[in-house]
């Protein structure tokens, strides 16, 4: 039986908290990003796609839109219209790194593992620093039992981290019986270990 470490980490993968590529982007569907930001998603859908009948002209703004709403419904679980909006978010702007890791959530929800992994290496080719998506790579590897490619992906996410987070980490692991050494923040030995440990037993990393 697979555990689930389950845990809050400060980053968010939603495409809304990317670095904002034209400034003005947040005069584009006010009502739909306030509902988005304040996580009502029902309402930011209703209205982003009220938004969306006549999309942005500018790409940027038009991928970022349906990446939006994409968000949306993968928050409530409807995967196959998530899907669809990130693949139209990808194709207006190919660079969108965010939208290209959430699209490969939603197809490692669908259980479509090469999709998934054909996604997030190109969000990785476009952002190779980012946390984010190194940690989605390793959520895919860890689906696709390859654990010992799940903890290179987790060794990268974790060295661009906050020490905050590395001891959420650490305190999960803990609660699981996973001994970690210190609860120091330190992405060290022990911790990796212990890390390493848990996936070899069946463990899940839940990072959202």
């Keep these: 039986m ?4 389950v845990w809050v980490s400060p980053v968010i993968m939603l495409a809304l908290f990317t670095p904002t590529v ?5 005069t584009w569907c006010p009502e739909g990003q306030k509902a988005f930001a304040s996580g009502k998603m029902d309402a930011a859908n209703q209205a982003l796609s009220s938004c969306l009948y006549n999309p942005p002209e500018d790409p940027v703004f038009a991928s970022r839109g349906y990446a939006m709403r994409g968000d949306t419904y993968f928050s409530r679980g409807d ?17 969108n790194d965010a939208a290209w890791r ?3 959530m939603v197809h490692y929800r669908l259980n479509e593992h090469l999709e998934a992994i054909t996604a997030i290496s190109r969000s990785l080719e476009i952002s190779p620093n980012s946390t984010q998506s190194h940690f989605v790579h390793a959520t895919i590897l ?6 010992l490619l799940a903890m290179d992906a987790y060794d990268l996410g974790f060295s661009f981290e906050s020490s905050a ?9 803990e609660a699981q019986g996973f001994k970690v050494g210190a609860v120091d923040g330190v992405y060290g030995a022990h911790t990796r270990g212990a890390l390493k440990s848990c996936i070899a037993a069946g463990c899940v990393l839940s990072m959202y």
Excluded at 2 to 5: A, G, L, S, V
Aim: net charge neutral; proline share 5%.
């Design 2 to 5: 697979r555990k689930t470490i």
């Design 22 to 26: 034209h400034s003005d982007f947040s």
């Design 79 to 95: 995967n196959q219209a998530a899907a669809s909006d990130f693949t139209l978010a990808v194709e207006l702007w190919p660079d």
């Design 102 to 104: 959430s699209k490969a």
């Design 142 to 147: 860890t689906a696709m039992e390859r654990p």
């Design 165 to 173: 987070t590395v001891q959420k980490l650490q305190q999960a692991l």
